[in-house]
């Protein structure tokens, strides 16, 4: 029954990781499996239409990307001409929002998949044999779960991945926690070990080619009762600490990277974990720091990991949850102080919560504002995501005290974005004025102005201000107008001239950056690579 059509589809969205998912039911379906015809597209691409496809399988990834996501099981629909028991949808929101897919009228039929694909592949997809469903009888057969994933098909698109030099997989699953901001535990359940780490790195590498380094995606690594054992295999896998890849006359460092970090509750017990972290290549230690409660933990976790020598540090701050603005600077100027004390770099990445099932990013936590909020986001923004520890950035980028973090998230965005040319150059004067108009206020009056803010469209300002009292309080509202595209632009241009101090002595390697934080909600246009150009099918699937 080999030669059938597969496409695999990935919405549109921006991700720094290659589907995994997609990637195994590639090796299911192509060469080393059913021997089908495997294609890959990223977005809605238009020359997929030349092709009669037997089944779809789509990829979904945060609940927020709702819309390209649609977008994405509405074309797929499109291609095989309405047969939506051809589609299969997947992935962490198909998981998490499954009720909200199943229940949306247009795509009733469509086979939205819960979980991970853990059982025989006919079982996990939900495959009838009574209706004669492609390869519905491969109920014995070793689940897609535990394939290695084909990396060829990352061939087919032009989007380049950041991180793509690597081995992709788990050595655990699941956690022991139950965090309720978390969809880990609807997701993958209660903590558990995988497979070996072995079979899937010499699988990749027998196929696809030695990889430069090791991506590792468990959720709470050192919460396995077989950590070290863990730690023992990467070693033999060739990742102890300072290990390199030889690739002709060249000689790469190799990079391990548990990118879903881990936990400070169970690091601070015990100098063992970071000790044992330290023998491999770990870069970056990454960190969780989700709320004020774990501070004791999180700061003797760093001071363990300084004591066992590894000082590139990254943490995942979660912000709009539980916490305040209060909350979250207190936790960002500790990294600073640990900086300082310990000589380290710890790069924090804030992470505004959203519900995991949730379809846009509009919530408002219960001590935040949506103005704040869309603050912190453009402060994010300036800096690529990024919270350095450096003591001279943190104050340029925060304030060095909590009033001041709560003034900067209080001025108008353009302000914010461009910091530069209204706190060094030609902008100074406007923003001396207004810091003088926002000093006049009253606390009352910053209320009001503030909650006027929050319940306006930022392309309403200029037309609701008159609701607001002549005075004081209508002349602060008028500097919160957006600017033109144009002026923005002549800004821009200005500054890249004019600009002396340069922010990538802050930043860190994109492929050392988290997954997607909410940064941008820019398209990436599917297009098909030139090496993939459809001139001859049998030569693409070959």
């Known amino acids: 029954m080999a030669n059938k059509n597969i496409l695999l589809v990935e919405p549109g969205y921006r991700n720094k990781y290659p589907p995994l998912g997609l990637m195994k039911i590639a090796q299911y379906h192509g060469p080393n499996g059913k021997r089908d015809n495997v294609r890959f597209v990223k977005g809605e691409d238009p020359s997929a239409y030349e092709t009669a496809w037997d089944r779809v399988y789509i990829t979904t990834l945060f609940s927020f990307e709702w819309e390209r996501t649609a977008r994405s099981i509405d074309y797929a629909l499109d291609l095989v001409g309405g047969q939506a028991h051809r589609v299969f949808v997947g992935g962490i929101a198909a998981s998490l929002m499954h009720e909200n897919f199943v229940d949306e009228p247009r795509w009733r039929g469509v086979r939205f998949i819960k979980g991970l694909l853990g059982e025989a592949p006919a079982v996990s997809l939900g495959l009838d044999p009574f209706d004669e469903e492609l390869y519905a009888d491969d109920v014995n057969g070793k689940p897609i779960e535990d394939l290695v994933p084909d990396y060829s098909i990352l061939d087919h698109i032009e989007y380049q991945y950041p991180v793509n030099d690597a081995y992709f997989t788990y050595a655990s699953r699941g956690c022991v926690r139950k965090c309720a901001f978390c969809g880990v535990p609807k997701l993958e359940g209660g903590q558990r070990d995988t497979n070996s780490l072995s079979e899937v790195v010499q699988g990749v590498s027998k196929l696809y080619g030695e990889k430069r380094d090791l991506i590792l995606m468990d959720n709470n690594v050192v919460a396995s009762a077989n950590f070290k054992e863990i730690i023992a295999e990467i070693i033999d896998l060739g990742f102890e600490r300072g290990a390199k890849l030889k690739r002709g006359r060249y000689e790469l460092q190799r990079r391990v990277d548990f990118n879903q970090g881990v936990d400070a509750r169970i690091l601070c017990k015990d100098p063992m974990y970071l000790q044992q972290l330290a023998r491999i290549a770990l870069k ?9 409660g774990v501070k004791k933990p999180y700061a003797q976790a760093i001071r ?3 004591d066992a020598g590894l000082t590139e540090l990254s943490n995942y701050m979660l912000y709009n949850f539980n916490d305040s603005p209060a909350d979250l600077f207190e936790r960002m100027r500790l990294n600073v102080t640990l900086n300082e004390e310990l000589n380290i770099r710890i790069f924090s990445f804030p992470m505004r919560y959203q519900p995991v099932t949730r379809p846009d990013r509009g919530h408002v936590g219960k001590n935040w504002n949506s103005y704040y909020l869309r603050s912190m986001q453009v402060i994010l923004q300036a800096t690529h995501g990024i919270v350095s520890g450096a003591p001279e950035f943190f104050r340029k ?7 001041e973090f709560e003034s900067i998230l209080l001025r108008p965005h353009h302000y914010i974005f461009n910091r530069y040319w209204y706190e060094q ?11 003088a108009t926002m ?11 503030l909650g006027f803010l929050c319940t306006r469209d930022k392309n309403d300002y200029a037309r609701d201000l ?3 009292a002549a005075g004081k309080l209508r002349e602060a509202a008028r500097f919160f107008v957006p600017m033109s595209k144009t002026d923005e632009a002549r800004i821009w241009e200005a500054q890249k001239r004019r600009r002396v101090e340069d922010i990538n002595a802050y930043l860190v390697p994109e492929d050392e950056r988290v997954e997607d934080a909410g940064l941008t909600d820019e398209d990436v246009q599917p297009t098909t690579n030139t090496k993939t150009q459809l001139k001859d099918i049998t030569q693409v699937y070959a």
């Open 425 to 435: 150059y030609d902008g100074r004067p406007e923003f001396d004025e207004f810091q």
């Open 397 to 403: 980028a925060f304030g060095d005290t909590y009033d």
């Open 439 to 449: 000093r006049a206020l009253s606390d009352d009056e910053r209320t009001e102005l």
């Open 466 to 468: 008159n609701e607001l």
């Open 284 to 292: 970056p230690l990454r960190i969780a720091f989700d709320h004020l």
């Open 304 to 306: 363990y990991s300084a």
